[in-house]
């Protein structure tokens, strides 16, 4: 059964930090590229970073690029999200994802988090 657990939300005043971390079970996680996806209110799903699987390449929304980084640990099945200058419009849900291939057909099946809320403001 795959699943994908984030934590590491919550409040931050405009210019802080926060950590996302997802651990995930159920796949062979050192094989799979993984991202992150955030919603705001009113607005669609949008891609906020994603992470090969040996983690030798990344890319970043624009929006987001030279404030956040992404990172894994394939020993603890892991991806991390660091967050650093945020700003009020970073305020989102923010999303663990993956794509994973699944049975003989090697159907392609996404699969998501529940969510952790990042909420920046004074």
């Known amino acids: 059964q795959v699943q994908l657990v984030e934590s590491g939300g919550g409040l931050v005043q405009p210019g802080g930090s926060l950590r996302l971390s997802c651990v995930t079970s159920g796949f062979s996680f050192s094989n799979t590229a993984m991202a992150w996806y955030r919603q705001a209110p009113t607005k669609e799903r949008e891609l906020v970073a994603a992470?090969?699987?040996?983690?030798?390449?990344?890319n970043f929304a624009d929006s987001v690029k030279g404030r956040f980084t992404i990172s894994r640990d394939n020993g603890k099945n892991t991806v991390y999200l660091q967050m650093n200058s945020l700003k009020p419009e970073d305020t989102a849900v923010y999303y663990c994802y993956t794509k994973l291939r699944v049975g003989a057909f090697r159907t392609p099946y996404d699969y998501w988090g529940q969510g952790t809320q990042v909420t920046v403001s004074s």
């Open positions: 992470i090969s699987p040996g983690g030798e390449s990344t």
